[in-house]
């Protein structure tokens, strides 16, 4: 809600200042998002009228002005050269005299003007444009003001720009302050000021004619209230007072029907529409839709309607989105001659939602659905239509009002003693008492409690705490005592055994990956090419078209956040995220990680792209690889050991990816980004990628309490030939399995010659290990060494057909 802080002052204008009313706003519980001036400081800009102007001798696009600037140019006119296409005689425009200071341009300068010649021509000043006062981005010509502007006035008193726009940051309980009257009715509460109620006087009929109006759908429509206003002018002009409110309040100027329209509402919350009489076949009806019922609206969309939403009809069909928008068939224009005045109260249930389902949002929808006061649906027709008579012309006919069914306002009961243990601290009834006055709530009191009935305007009062809420907001937050909490806290120490996320995150940041945090939705193609996965979980109301699904695996967000960081040329990107992922699961578990049949576990991603290390002189450059980011996803287990086994997964590429097992228990992936993901998503290289259950990774075992070996270990090396489909894993594991001296086996090196040799054949290749023995009683002697040697080869040949080299 954005709007002038004049504006509000002409109904409450308390004795404060600016920021002090900015903070009594955000302490009642409307919080002042922005506040800031409606023009930039500029010096020496007056009101200027060009009395003569004249083609420029040396210029096509340049004209010589004679500008009278009041007492600013006592000895005669002033003459400047102005090259703006709407310079002409007889119009009212700024003018920066010798000596001015206009706003700072994109240097950050103050631009000050001087006198200069323009192609051989003095001139003595500057007539100015919008963007040039940094008023709007309208560069199209020079800012022509009101005819009653005062020649030589200051620009700034004359546009009255000395002014602060507030933007409130509204909670949806405080619909009731989604108008310049409603925040002032909330600021004479707050600070005692006096609230000036606006002047709406009836207007007289000048003739009888109706429009017949009937509510089929009560339970959509409780009030429709209505006119017909004939011989309207459409063409007229908005006045200039009117148009700069609506723009104070972001509101850009259309036709002086829709700004009168516009205006109403942000002076007094009441949305409305105005439709061309003419267009509209016989009567209108207030009713649910029917499935199949198209509606072509006012922003040039095409809608369907359905039971579900309700419409305004005539005998034709559909006119209008009912509390949201109007229809294109009936919409006014400047042939319109005649028009209906409609002003309804929607009940708030049957616009909720509806604008979200169509992919945009109304103001009016946004009132609407908060509720809107059914009460002043007459007396607001009465205020839109004085200003179309005053401003368009007009005859008005007979008010036609018609009242289905109205929200009844249950009372609510506020104990004092309730109140005053919620709020902490003491509250007297008559303090209670003093501040449902203020805010215009009828009451009655008993002993120790108070009755209000909540007024036509207020939707959110419904409970006793609503008011124990009011009671402490206009009393102010700023009594509550300071006082510390009386209860323990007992810090809760978490087991040495289990990692926080916290600590896998400076892990990570370690192991020089950044984090990056994504939205939990993502779209329909990542969860099907990425994730494999074609039921995914969907969004009712996506925030966007694409993020339509509920992501069950990170990947999809890490390449997204990849193509994002590529597209700024970033060389080298390694990224991770802690988040969670949405599974279907039709078990019935309890707990936090399942609602509703949805399985919700934590799981960490990981991606790493471009080269292993920095740019540095010590090694050559080369690419990440799987290995690489194999050895950071076993720091990040360690202490345990995960298992490495091939596995096939739809993101990855198939002779380059894994599973991570712990246990027996798969936890994870690891691979290669598949080449036509890498193809399709448009990526120079291919990243590689892992993800794992967070569980998974926050255990850690403590370690066990080992003597320092007494003896020295042995350290034999072999190298052994195997055919190319044996893995390292499964040789390693045959190794260890051998004998229970060898502690451990490590890989150092692997051969495989161009062409067949006559110790390595087609289709082998030498995996050179090396094994470390120990025996903790005794020291190891070749006798003992050779048969531990001897059972491991024997091994290795009878499981993988493996020899000894040479």
Not at 580 to 592: A, I, K, S, T, W
């Amino acid at each position: 809600m954005q709007f002038p802080e004049s504006w509000l002052r002409e109904f409450c204008n308390p004795p404060i200042t600016t920021e002090q009313l900015a903070d009594t706003l955000t302490m009642a519980g409307m919080e002042v998002e922005e506040m800031r001036p409606v023009a930039p400081p500029f010096s020496r800009v007056v009101v200027g009228e060009i009395v003569e102007c004249a083609q420029h001798p040396n210029a096509d696009r340049l004209r010589v002005c004679k500008v009278n600037a009041g007492e600013h140019s006592k000895e005669g006119l002033l003459q400047i050269v102005c090259g703006a296409p709407n310079a002409r005689a007889g119009i009212k425009v700024p003018l920066a005299l010798v000596g001015a200071e206009l706003p700072p341009g994109e240097d950050g300068k103050p631009f000050k003007i001087g006198t200069g010649k323009l192609r051989g021509v003095e001139s003595f000043g500057m007539l100015c444009s919008a963007r040039e006062l940094k008023l709007s981005d309208d560069h199209g010509g020079l800012l022509e003001l009101g005819d009653d502007a005062p020649v030589g006035q200051d620009v700034r008193e004359a546009l009255k720009l000395d002014d602060t726009l507030f933007t409130l940051k509204l909670t949806p309980n405080l619909g009731h302050a989604l108008s310049v009257f409603g925040i002032a009715r909330e600021l004479s509460a707050l600070t005692g000021a006096p609230l000036k109620q606006p002047s709406i006087q009836p207007v007289p009929p000048r003739h009888d004619q109706r429009l017949p109006v009937q509510i089929e759908a009560p339970e959509l429509c409780g009030r429709f209230s209505g006119r017909v206003v004939r011989n309207v002018d459409t063409k007229a002009r908005t006045p200039a007072w009117m148009v700069e409110r609506l723009a104070r309040c972001g509101q850009r100027s259309v036709t002086a029907l829709v700004d009168i329209s516009n205006y109403v509402m942000f002076e007094v919350g009441r949305p409305s529409h105005i439709f061309d009489l003419d267009k509209i076949d016989q009567k209108l009806v207030v009713r649910w839709g029917r499935k199949g019922e198209t509606l072509k609206l006012l922003n040039g969309s095409t809608i369907e309607v359905d039971e579900t939403v309700g419409v305004i009809s005539d005998a034709r069909g559909v006119e209008s989105l009912a509390g949201i928008m109007g229809g294109d068939h009936t919409a006014v224009s400047d042939d319109t001659r005649n028009v209906y005045v409609e002003a309804a109260f929607w009940w708030p249930e049957s616009v909720a939602g509806r604008s979200r389902r169509f992919n945009f949002s109304t103001d009016a929808g946004h009132r609407f659905e908060r509720g809107v006061d059914p009460a002043l649906t007459v007396e607001h027709i009465e205020r839109i239509t004085q200003l179309i008579i005053d401003i368009c012309g007009g005859e008005a006919g007979p008010m036609d009002d018609q009242v289905a069914r109205l929200p009844e306002r249950k009372p609510v009961r506020l104990r004092v003693a309730r109140a005053a243990k919620v709020i902490g601290m003491p509250v007297t009834q008559a303090q209670c008492a003093g501040v449902f006055q203020r805010l215009g709530l009828p009451f009655t009191e008993g002993e120790g409690e108070l009755i209000v009935t909540p007024p036509s305007w207020r939707f959110d009062l419904q409970i006793e705490e609503d008011l124990i809420e009011e009671v402490i907001r206009v009393l102010g937050y700023p009594l509550l005592p300071e006082t510390p909490p009386l209860a323990p806290v007992t810090a809760k120490v978490r087991p040495e055994s289990l990692r926080s996320s916290h600590a896998l995150r400076h892990l990570m940041a370690d192991l020089d990956y950044q984090e990056t945090i994504n939205f939990s939705f993502v779209e329909d193609r990542w969860e099907r090419e990425l994730a494999g996965n074609d039921n995914p979980i969907q969004v009712l109301n996506p925030i966007a078209a694409p993020l339509a699904v509920m992501r069950s695996s990170l990947l999809g967000s890490l390449v997204s956040a990849l193509r994002y960081n590529l597209a700024r040329k970033a060389p080298r990107v390694r990224m991770f995220e802690i988040g969670r992922v949405f599974l279907r699961d039709d078990r019935n578990q309890d707990g936090p990680l399942s609602v509703a049949g949805i399985h919700q576990p934590m799981r960490l991603g990981g991606l790493a792209y471009g080269a292993a290390d920095t740019l540095q002189w010590g090694r050559a450059d080369k690419g990440v690889d799987f290995f690489d980011v194999k050895g950071d996803v076993e720091a990040l287990f360690a202490p345990l050991a995960p298992r490495f086994v091939p596995a096939p997964h739809p993101a990855l590429h198939p002779g380059r990816s894994a599973a991570i097992e712990i246990d027996g228990r798969r936890v994870g992936v690891l691979g290669e980004l598949h080449p036509k993901w890498r193809q399709a998503y448009e990526l120079p290289h291919a990243p590689v990628l892992f993800e794992i259950d967070l569980t998974a990774l926050q255990q850690r075992p403590l370690p066990q309490y080992q003597p320092i070996p007494r003896q020295q270990a042995s350290l034999r090396d072999l190298a052994i030939v195997v055919n190319d489909r044996v893995s390292h894993q499964a040789l390693i594991e045959a190794i260890e399995a051998a004998d229970a001296l060898i502690r451990r086996a490590q890989l150092f090196d692997i051969y495989r010659p161009a062409q067949p040799t006559a110790d390595i054949g087609a289709g082998e290749r030498s995996m050179a290990v090396r094994l470390e023995l120990l025996d903790d009683q005794a020291t190891l002697t070749d006798e003992r060494i050779e048969p531990v040697i001897a059972a491991v080869v024997q091994r290795l040949n009878t499981e993988f057909g493996a020899r000894l080299r040479g």
